[in-house]
């Protein structure tokens, strides 16, 4: 087998030659208020693993915080740049979705500090940002000892600089081996809530499309084709999106 097949097909994303562009439209807008690449990699990771499908309209005004970054002449210039970003967004919200979908292991898109090393801090606080989104969804987690266990390590690395020295995590700092060991938890910790959450997501997705086919009675009712847009509002087809979800 080929070094290429036997690398995880969740890395592939990191070969978006796109992904590049839309770090630097961010790191512009992050004086205003807006996350980094890294903070929405997470943000996008728990809105996909959450048992909810959370709207377009609800999420997006996170990722650019008070709004100001939208008022950015530079970013925002005319339609066609407004265009740009938004599609880049958009396409990493698919290639997320994409590598959680994978049969091979999550891996979290983190960028280096100055010293060329992964702390995973940015991407673990938007994790934490997507689950306050449903919080009361994902309480079962914080009630059974061994589902708490995915989303620990996310916890931790979300509260290690917390200015409130009482909620950070007892042993700090970590070495270069411990925090790699965090990191891959967090990895495997995010597969797990992404299939085990799998049902539910498919389930509240179908009662959120049956739900919008009884507010227009008059209107033909139609069961959603698989080469049609998926309802949730991705852009891809409903057979690669919410109709491919494997409960199992």
Known sequence: MHERDERPKSLERYEDSSLETLGELLDQLEADGAMDLEEL?????????APQIVPREEYLPEIFGTGESLDNQEIFAGPDSARLVWSL???HWNSVKEALA????????????DE??????????GFMRGVGLRDELWDELFDDKNKY????????????HHPDPALRPPKMPWTDEEREILLKDLSRGVS?????????RAAHTEMQYQ???????????EKIGR??????GSGMKYKKCCGGIRVN
């Open 149 to 160: 266990e995915w989303i620990a390590p996310i916890i931790t690395l979300n509260y290690e």
């Open 192 to 200: 797990e809530l992404y299939r085990h959450f799998a049902k539910q």
């Open 41 to 49: 990699d997470g943000f996008f990771t728990a809105l996909h693993c």
């Open 227 to 232: 080469n049609d847009p998926c309802y949730c």
């Open 116 to 125: 060329g090393k992964v702390q995973g801090n940015n991407w673990a606080r």
């Open 89 to 91: 967004i958009f396409n």
């Open 102 to 113: 994978s049969a091979g292991p999550f891996v979290p898109l983190l960028l280096e500090d």
């Open 211 to 221: 739900k919008r086919l009884t507010l227009r009675p008059d209107e033909p009712i």
